[in-house]
């Protein structure tokens, strides 16, 4: 590479939980640079999901549970050889794995239908919390497409 690689960016922890990994999903989540909106979403979505969960766990630990489940290990990329596509399946590293979760399930919970934003990301939460949910069914389909395509595999970089 010609370039030097860029510095990774400090991330303030949100001001209730103390949490980067929170600050970047809320990142995520923002539309027109409306942080505090964005915020405020987030944090009602908790609210529901602490009153939600089953008592022994906090909303920050449902939440952390649910990315996990929707974090995929493998994902399929293409490349050209010999005038043939090959969908080459490749492991992801931690980052774009954190980062595939979070805009999975800002997706899927936009996409489902009910009131008010706060509302579906809570349910989102909580079914990928519990492995269901089209966040983790799209997990799934990521690792299904990866391990058919397993035979290119050879062909990774």
């Known amino acids: 590479m010609r370039k030097r690689k860029p510095k990774v960016?400090?991330?303030e922890p949100d001001p209730r939980y103390g949490d980067t990994t929170i600050t970047r999903f809320v990142n995520m989540m923002m539309l027109d640079g409306k942080k505090s909106t964005a915020f405020r979403v987030f944090y009602d979505a908790m609210d529901i999901v602490g009153e939600r969960s089953e008592g022994e766990e906090t909303a920050q630990?449902?939440?952390?549970?649910?990315?996990?489940?929707?974090?995929?290990q493998v994902e399929v990329r293409s490349r050209?050889?010999?005038?043939?596509?090959?969908?080459?399946?490749?492991?992801?590293?931690?980052?774009?794995?954190?980062?595939?979760?979070?805009?999975?399930?800002?997706k899927y919970a936009r996409a489902r239908s009910g009131k008010g934003m706060a509302n579906k990301l809570s349910q989102e939460i909580l079914a990928a919390a519990k492995g269901e949910g089209q966040a983790v069914k799209k997990k799934e389909?990521?690792?299904?497409?990866?391990?058919?395509?397993?035979?290119?595999?050879?062909?990774?970089r």
């Open 61 to 72: 630990e449902v939440f952390h549970k649910a990315l996990k489940n929707v974090m995929p």
């Open 80 to 106: 050209r050889i010999g005038g043939a596509t090959f969908q080459i399946p490749t492991e992801i590293r931690p980052g774009r794995r954190m980062s595939i979760a979070m805009k999975w399930m800002i």
């Open 141 to 156: 389909d990521t690792h299904r497409m990866a391990e058919s395509n397993r035979a290119f595999a050879h062909f990774a």
């Open 9 to 11: 960016r400090q991330i």
